[in-house]
């Protein structure tokens, strides 16, 4: 089956950036897209099909999709961005999620 | 405005039968897929399944084939979770989710619509 790949944790300072990759066999092939998920709260979309914004997502969130790996990029990070991050892609007609990291912003 | 809410908490022994619910409201209900999305305690999320309420399609992923079953009531808008027999590792919050646009489902859909999730707790 198909596998998407995160690390665990990313640590950024405030106002810094931050890059969390996702990783998966030819997946620059595929659509990637981000969520973002707080404790005790249900996922929120920030990124869909590789570089899209939805509406109400700060311009800080980006992405990008190329090779074997998807990179979700937070510029100016802020003390509210820290969560998890999940990506999404899909194969074989099933959602595969990443295993998520951990943003902490100190 | 576009709702997903699911149903409340549940607390069940191993070998109990669960439905859980996730009603949809503010949108043409059949027309638009829904899927149900697993968040065991502490752990990430893992896709279980997606229906299409118009003809009942349903899709699992091979990991709940078999140990879910999904299925949608069009005259109430509600989609359903339901499980034979728990196991106190079915212990979870259970999300349902809809992408943003009806009709098929292609390689760029994505789920920008969240259900409040469903806890559900098996322990004997």
């Known amino acids: 089956s198909y596998e998407l790949t995160q690390p665990p944790s990313v640590s950024v300072s405030p106002g810094q950036t931050a890059s969390i990759t996702c990783s998966g066999d030819?997946?620059?092939?595929?659509?990637t897209c981000w969520y973002q998920q707080k404790p005790g709260q249900s996922p929120v979309l920030v990124i869909y099909q590789d570089t899209k914004r939805p509406s109400g997502i700060p311009e800080r969130f980006s992405g990008s999709n190329s090779g074997n790996t998807a990179t979700l990029t937070i510029s100016g990070t802020q003390t509210m961005d820290e969560a998890d991050y999940y990506c999404?892609?899909?194969?074989?007609?099933?959602?595969?999620f990443g295993g998520g990291t951990k943003l902490t912003v100190l | 405005e576009v709702q997903l809410v699911q149903s409340g908490a549940e607390v069940k022994k191993p070998g109990e039968s669960l439905k859980i619910s996730c009603k949809g409201s503010?949108?043409?209900?059949?027309?638009?897929?829904i899927g149900w999305v697993r968040q065991m305690p502490g752990k990430g999320l893992e896709w279980m399944g997606i229906?299409?309420?118009?003809?009942?399609?349903?899709r699992y992923s091979p990991s709940f084939q078999g140990q879910v079953t999904i299925s949608a009531d069009k005259s109430t808008s509600t989609v359903y979770l339901q499980w034979g027999s728990l196991k106190a590792s079915d212990t979870a919050i259970y999300y349902c989710?809809?992408?943003?646009?009806?009709?098929?489902?292609?390689?760029?859909?994505?789920?920008?619509?969240w259900g409040q999730g469903t806890l559900v707790t098996v322990s004997s």
């Open positions: 503010g949108y043409n209900f059949i027309n638009y897929w």
């Open positions: 989710a809809r992408p943003p646009q009806g009709g098929s489902l292609w390689s760029g859909s994505y789920f920008d619509y």
């Open positions: 999404q892609a899909w194969d074989s007609n099933t959602v595969v």
């Open positions: 229906i299409y309420p118009v003809d009942s399609d349903t």
């Open positions: 030819k997946l620059g092939d595929k659509y």
